[in-house]
């Protein structure tokens, strides 16, 4: 991961507050844990400028890999795929959570994967869950080769984990550890927040329950 590439990530993620940190009310994860930091890439679409930080890094993170197809996850996923697409000109997908209940029942919509290689486009991992379950997807589906390109990661150990356990290779843009960093020397957290946060990040599951 290119740490260049990371602070620009972490810093348009900050400058349009799509990180927020509050420790007296922590926020909650679709997974249950209890977080005082809080990460929504989705506002970076509404920031002509810091979104095209975030394309141009999932264009250099890209340029050295094969594949065919980007597939986005719903929903968050979708817009990146769909703008990383347009910008090298390649088939697109998104890859529903679950199949759908009605009409062909489909999961996946767009470009066919039969024997092609796709990158399956992620805007947050935590404990990878999700993610894993659009590759298996993918690959029910007949994708070749499967792999995940995320904006950002939590680092955490689950996921670590999870991923191997999986076979599935994974990158991210840029990770908690280089957020932190950045909102530090930027004054978006202070030196309490920051140890707070790392505090966190180190036992993320019984963090707040302690």
């Not at 999932?58 to 817009?79: H, Q, S, W």
């Not at 990383?84 to 009605?102: C, S």
């Not at 894993?132 to 904006?151: D, H």
């Not at 030196?191 to 946060?197: H, R, S």
Request: with cysteine; net charge negative.
């Amino acid at each position: 991961m290119s740490t260049n590439r990371a602070k620009d990530v972490a810093k348009s993620l900050l400058g349009v507050g799509a990180v927020r940190l509050n420790v007296a009310e922590p926020f909650t994860f679709v997974s249950g844990i209890k977080s005082p930091i809080y990460c929504d890439n989705r506002k970076m679409i509404g920031y002509p400028e810091e979104r095209k930080a975030v394309i141009d890094g999932y264009v250099e993170v890209l340029k050295d890999k094969e594949f065919d197809i980007v597939a986005g996850t719903a929903t968050a996923g979708i817009p990146w795929a769909a703008f990383i697409a347009e910008r090298l000109n390649v088939p697109m997908a998104y890859i529903r959570g679950e199949k759908k209940d009605h009409g062909a029942g489909r999961q996946i919509e767009g470009a066919d994967f039969e024997g092609k290689k796709v990158i399956v486009i992620e805007d947050l991992i935590s404990t990878g869950g999700s993610s894993i379950k659009a590759v298996e997807a993918a690959r029910a589906a007949g994708a070749k080769e499967v792999e995940v390109v995320a904006i950002f990661s939590y680092e955490f150990e689950k996921a670590i984990t999870n991923f191997a356990a999986a076979g599935i290779p994974w990158t991210n843009l840029s990770d908690f550890t280089t957020l932190i960093g950045v909102a530090t020397e930027q004054n978006y957290l202070t030196e309490e927040e920051k140890e707070i946060a790392l505090k966190w990040n180190k036992s993320p599951n019984t963090w707040g329950r302690e």
